[in-house]
Nanobody, 119 residues
Framework: QVQLVESGGGLVQPGGALRLSCAAS????????MGWYRQAPGKQRELVAT???????NYGESVKGRFTISRVNAKNTVYLQMNSLKPEDTAVYYC?????????????WGQGTQVTVSS
């Protein structure tokens, strides 16, 4: 069973920082692209950041320069370092594992963790 377990969310003041972690199990971690997505109230889920097994990354425009995604394959873990947080970053953050195989896209999602940026 594929499982993605997130941690690190919480309440932080504007300008603060948080690091989210996502620990994966039940899968060959290196075969998957990993990512973080978020969904704020009243909005659609949006891309925050993704990283391939080789470490290349891409980011949503609103978080470029502030957030950093990384993965430690030996730990089957992907991280999201969030700096200079803004109230607009408030959302539920979801960890994602994605693999394309045999013409099908396999997607796995974590349970989501709440990040609230407020003074």
């Amino acid at each position: 069973q594929v499982q993605l377990v997130e941690s690190g969310g919480g309440l932080v003041q504007p300008g603060g920082a948080l690091r989210l972690s996502c620990a994966a199990s039940g899968m060959i971690f290196t075969l998957y692209d990993m990512g973080w997505y978020r969904q704020a109230p009243g909005k659609q889920r949006e891309l925050v950041a993704t990283t391939t097994s080789g470490g290349s990354a891409n980011y949503g425009e609103s978080v470029k320069g502030r957030f950093t995604i990384s993965r430690v394959n030996a730990k089957n873990t992907v991280y999201l370092q969030m700096n200079s947080l803004k109230p607009e970053d408030t959302a539920v953050y979801y960890c994602n594992a994605r693999r394309v195989l045999g013409g099908l896209v396999y997607n796995y999602w974590g349970q989501g963790t709440q990040v609230t940026v407020s003074s």
